[in-house]
């Protein structure tokens, strides 16, 4: 009898771990969706423009209809994905009630233009129609607006990734970037001279070099800056645009 005892203990030890371990679990689940963790404080930044309370009022919505311990990240960004502003959201949750969602905006670094239509567009192709503020942006001509939510072009996408790159007080001072020729010409507001970019490489190197030689008072006067080479920026002349120049600003 006694052995019989033995040999049975070990099963019923097992099945009581078994069923407490089942009770935690269920416990667990319970408590992380139960009211007890609800989401009772949404605080959002990040946010800026026109749509902002939109963005605000969809993920606050959504928010609410979670618990600190199971916040759905995916859902969030389902409830702001009509927005074409909203880039990425980095969420924190604040037990017990609070829900912390910070906007990571895309933000305009261009009006595409085309038909007496201008749009204004991110650095990677995001069109942001009405959503953004359109003010002191570069111009980038095209042949036409995209069907779709994003320029696909790759010479706009080029010309994108350039203006991109340029620190954004030197960014509001470009009128519109375009190709002369073999060449990427960047026309400034108010008369200032061109900014020869030439291709589409080291760009940032270029716009920095660019803003040293218009802070220079020797470029007074000048038609152009040549920054092909970022190493030896030139001012000058309009009439030797196939060579960089080797009249250096220093």
């Known amino acids: 009898m006694g052995a019989r005892l033995a040999r049975v203990r070990p099963r019923v030890w097992g099945i009581a771990v078994v069923l407490l371990a089942g009770a935690l679990v269920g416990g667990w689940f319970w408590v992380r969706d139960s009211s007890l963790a609800r989401v009772k404080v949404v605080a959002i930044s990040g ?61 305009p670094v261009a009006l595409l233009s085309a038909g007496g239509q201008r749009v204004p567009v991110a650095g990677d192709g995001t069109l942001l129609r009405g959503r953004v503020s359109s003010a002191d942006l570069p111009a980038i001509k095209a042949d036409a607006l995209p069907a779709g939510p994003a320029v696909t072009d790759p010479e706009e996408l080029d010309l994108l990734s350039v203006l991109a790159d340029a620190p954004a007080p030197m960014r509001r001072h470009v009128d519109r970037l375009e190709r002369a020729r073999t060449q990427l010409v960047a026309v400034l507001r108010g008369g200032g001279p061109d900014i020869v970019l030439g291709d589409a490489s080291r760009p940032r190197a270029k716009w920095v070099a660019a803003a040293r030689v218009l802070g220079d008072s020797s470029s007074q006067g000048a038609s152009y800056i040549d920054v092909r080479l970022p190493e030896r920026p030139a001012a000058g002349g309009f009439d030797t645009l196939d060579q960089p120049s080797t009249s250096t600003v220093g």
Do not use: C, F, N
């Open 47 to 107: 946010i800026t423009g026109p749509e902002a309370p939109d963005v605000r009022a969809a993920l606050d919505q959504a928010a609410r209809e979670m618990t600190t311990l199971h916040v759905d990240e995916q859902r969030l960004r389902r409830a702001v994905a009509v927005y074409p502003q909203v880039k990425d959201l980095q969420v924190e949750a604040k037990p017990l009630h609070e829900l912390r969602i910070s906007v990571t905006e895309r933000q």
